[in-house]
Nanobody
C-alpha cells in the first residue's frame, strides 16, 4: 500500500515562502503522476500543481503559476512544492496525491488519484 506523508506547513506572513515535502513510500512504478491539492475552509479541494514521470512534465493552476514550483527527488522518493510570494488566499490544507499512471493532463480532479497523504496546513497571515 503506497503511503504519502506531507510536511513543511506552517504560519507565514504574506510575501513569504514555504517548501512542502511529500515523502512517498514503496513507490516502485516508473509511470506516475503526483499532484498537490489544497482545500481552504468552505471550499472544494483543488489541484494546484502536478508532475509526471514522462520527462518531468509539470502543470500549475493559474492562481499559483509563477509563484509555486513542483519538483521531485527520485533518489529520495520525495516531491516538493516550493511556494513563494505567498498570499492570504493560499491559506489551506495542502494534500499530496499519487497515481501509478501518467496523465496527459495531470492537474485534474480528486477522483483521478488513488493515494493521498493526511495533509499539511498552510496559514498565510500577518
Amino acid at each position: 500500500q503506497l503511503q504519502l506523508v506531507e510536511s513543511g506547513g506552517g504560519l507565514v506572513q504574506p510575501g513569504g515562502s514555504l517548501r512542502l515535502s511529500c515523502a512517498i513510500s514503496e513507490f516502485t512504478s516508473h509511470y506516475y503522476s503526483i499532484s498537490w491539492f489544497r482545500q481552504a475552509p468552505g471550499k472544494q479541494r483543488e489541484g494546484v500543481a502536478c508532475i509526471t514521470s514522462s520527462g518531468g512534465t509539470t502543470n500549475y493552476a493559474d492562481s499559483v503559476k509563477g509563484r509555486f514550483t513542483i519538483s521531485m527527488d527520485n533518489a529520495k522518493n520525495t516531491v516538493y512544492l516550493q511556494m513563494n510570494s505567498l498570499k492570504r488566499e493560499d491559506t489551506a490544507v495542502y494534500y499530496c496525491a499519487a497515481e501509478d499512471q501518467i496523465y496527459y493532463s495531470c492537474l485534474g480532479f480528486v477522483s483521478m488519484y488513488t493515494y493521498w497523504g493526511q495533509g499539511t496546513r498552510v496559514t498565510v497571515s500577518s
